[in-house]
């Protein structure tokens, strides 16, 4: 079983819609909680962390359930430029970050 | 501000060759994180530098080893290329300083294609 589990996707959605992306992790030691956005053929870049109490920033919502073991990530109002790779990240301490297999989003005109 | 910087960009070699990878971290940076990421998924993590010693290491085999020098740039080396090392190689850079804030500065690449 993979550390990181996340739907690779691809989800196509509509411009306007609202999208969920669902990620699970396997060790219950897991401190830290993040996703990364990748954008095809470029680096990774933090978009928010995720806090048990849940965040919101902007557009997006990231939720934790650390009893599941679930991350989630949720996006409204989809733009054409939200369209990239979404990388669910967990870390077990300072040094050691683990990415999901990430999920694809095309938003459509 | 010069964000993290790899080279080269692109390099092709053939199975069994050597290849060596560099990163110059962000200003600032004391730590810096290397990262295997091949087509279609995630990036894996191979190992991390802090004041110039390996602090933790992924599932890589030996074939895989890191440097850090005191101005905190880092190579990665890879000997006896297999086919399957094909891959975008990811610099990461981070301060040692700071714990579990999420923020990895990741460099553009190196991608790495073996014959």
């Known amino acids: 079983r993979k550390e990181v589990e996340q739907d690779p996707g691809p989800f196509n959605v509509p411009e306007g819609a609202t999208v969920a992306f669902n990620c699970t992790y396997s060790n219950s030691a897991s401190q830290s909680f993040f996703w990364y956005r990748q954008d095809c053929r470029k680096e990774p870049k933090l978009l928010m962390s995720?806090?048990?109490s849940g965040n919101e920033d902007g557009r997006f919502t990231a939720q934790l359930n650390r009893a599941s073991q679930y991350i989630s990530l949720l996006i409204r109002d989809s733009k054409l430029s939200d369209s990239a790779t979404y990388l669910c990240v967990v870390s077990q301490g300072t040094y050691k970050y683990i990415f999901g297999t990430g999920t694809r989003l095309k938003v459509l005109a | 501000d010069a964000g993290v910087t790899q080279s080269p960009t692109h390099l092709i070699k053939t199975r069994g060759q050597q290849v060596t990878l560099r990163c110059s971290p962000k200003s600032g940076h004391d730590t810096v994180s290397w990262y295997q990421q091949a087509l279609g998924q995630g990036p894996q993590f191979i190992f991390q530098?802090?004041?110039?010693?390996?602090?933790q290491r992924g599932n890589f085999p030996d074939r895989f080893s890191g440097h850090q020098f005191p101005n905190y740039s880092s190579e990665l080396n890879v000997n006896a290329l297999l086919l399957g090392d094909s891959a975008l190689y990811l610099c990461?850079?981070?301060?040692?300083?700071?714990?579990?804030?999420?923020?990895?500065?990741f460099g553009e690449g190196s991608r790495l294609t073996v014959l």
């Open positions: 995720v806090y048990s």
């Open positions: 530098y802090y004041e110039e010693e390996e602090r």
């Open positions: 990461a850079s981070s301060s040692g300083l700071v714990v579990n804030t999420g923020e990895l500065f």
